[in-house]
């Protein structure tokens, strides 16, 4: 699935669904131009917008040593993988405070060796569901309330998932609909979406959270978000897939869902914005343990006959801060208990980041951005033992294991070439890929594509 958001967030193995970079610290838009339906005099209040994206991601890599491969490794030749996203977005205004959105997605492609291999998947627009001929999906439709809280007045953007207008600084919004769970969690102004930042699944979320999500991404929920400004308290509820990195929905609902929690605090150092978010989670749906594989004399070790309903949690730290001026630096660590499958996004118990993020200002290009990052991705002991048993999961599966953790680095140059139209150039090094010293490393060249209306 993609890294792959009603987003700040993108495309989940799942992977993370295509998000949307927030204004830093806010995760609301900055002020722009009212589109089509906005009043003339007044406050900024527009009553309905569409907006439409294109991202095309191409990427390559050589070939690489691999003393093995498995049903999920990365091919080992040489090969050359394409992706891409096209979203029709719409918004209308309903009553005071209420909006509904819809976005409409049509995909095409497929990651490097059909998205498998790598934990920390070098490319955050390939959906495990790819495809050949493109295929559509109504990606989200939702209904957002926000209910004013008093406190100061602040604008509110008009992008893809927002209509322009005028809020309290102190509020409480409700979401409801189908959705990303990244759409509003684990956000970050400097790695938080594969088009227009950072292309790894690594760098756009948390790959320790299990986010709730269907093959694309996306999941019916509600969420709720509680502004008071310096702190942002959030709740999310949401269903969860019938079976692993699955398109279909679990109707057991009382006992297949998602929890998510997470307290946010604004600051600044000399001046300059941050912010700090603590992310918790509980999920329950019909997942197998790894310690039952184990016992079980099935060889390779099959984690489908030990399914059944049980707890996952885990937690997450997200951080960003703007050092200078047009320079911002960012980190992530995740941590779940490592006992049961991963059922939605990546087979990742423990993850670390730490990335640089850098406006072209310097050297006259303000909308240019370079970026440099390097994420460790780890496994429980448990976990580790499942796989060297043979056992596969939505992304890693040798058929055998030499332990060793995941580690990532990439940098990319994103650069304007006309107004809304940008191309970057991305480069990813990973060493001992899905946690295998017998494979690897990889180098993944890519190229993107981007523009929005």
Request: proline share 5%; hydrophobic share 40%; with cysteine.
């Amino acid at each position: 699935m993609i890294v792959a958001a009603a987003c700040t967030g993108a495309a989940v193995a799942c992977s993370v669904p295509p998000g949307f970079a927030a204004d830093a610290l806010t995760n609301s838009p900055a002020i722009s131009t009212p589109e089509p339906g906005a009043p003339m005099a007044g406050p900024v209040e527009q009553t309905w917008n569409w907006h439409v994206q294109n991202t095309d991601i191409v990427q390559y890599h050589p070939d690489f040593p691999a003393a093995y491969s498995g049903p999920n490794s990365m091919d080992s030749a040489s090969e050359v993988a394409e992706t891409v996203s096209l979203d029709l977005f719409a918004g209308v205004r309903l009553w005071r405070g209420a909006e509904a959105h819809a976005d409409l997605l049509m995909w095409q492609g497929f990651g490097l060796s059909k998205t498998l291999g790598i934990e920390g998947f070098p490319n955050g627009e390939a959906f495990r569901l790819g495809t050949w001929p493109p295929n559509v999906n109504l990606a989200r439709l939702f209904i957002r309330q926000t209910i004013g809280l008093g406190g100061e007045t602040e604008k509110v953007e008009d992008d893809q998932l927002h209509l322009a207008g005028v809020q309290d600084s102190r509020h409480l919004t409700i979401t409801v609909g189908k959705m990303s769970a990244k759409d509003m969690f684990d956000n970050n102004a400097y790695a938080n979406d594969a088009r227009t930042q950072f292309l790894n699944w690594a760098l756009m979320a948390n790959e320790a959270w299990d986010y709730p999500a269907d093959s694309l991404g996306y999941m019916t929920g509600l969420a709720a978000e509680l502004h008071l400004p310096p702190w942002v308290a959030r709740y999310g509820l949401f269903q969860m897939p019938d079976v692993a990195n699955g398109v279909g929905q679990d109707k057991n609902y009382l006992n297949a869902w998602g929890m998510v929690t997470e307290l946010e605090r604004r600051f600044a150092i000399n001046g300059h914005p941050g912010a700090a978010r603590f992310l918790a989670y509980l999920n329950r749906a019909h997942m197998g343990s790894f310690q039952e594989a184990l016992d079980l004399p099935v060889r390779p070790a099959d984690i489908t006959l030990t399914r059944a309903y049980r707890y996952k949690y885990g937690f997450g730290l997200n951080l960003e801060q703007e050092i200078v001026k047009n320079v911002g630096l960012f980190s992530r660590l995740g941590w779940n208990d490592g006992q049961t499958e991963s059922w939605v996004f990546a087979d990742v118990d423990r993850t670390a980041s730490l990335g640089l993020s850098v406006k072209g200002e310097a050297w006259q290009r303000p909308d240019d951005t370079v970026g440099l990052a390097g994420v460790i991705n780890g496994l429980s002991q448990v976990h580790r033992e499942f796989f060297a048993a043979g056992g596969t999961g939505i992304l890693a599966g040798d058929g055998a294991l030499n332990y060793g953790l995941e580690k990532i680095l990439e940098t990319y140059y994103d650069f304007k070439v006309w107004r809304t139209v940008h191309v970057a150039l991305d480069y990813q090094y990973v060493v001992d890929p899905s946690y295998n010293r017998d494979r690897g490393p990889v180098s993944v060249f890519g190229a993107r594509l981007h523009w929005e209306l």
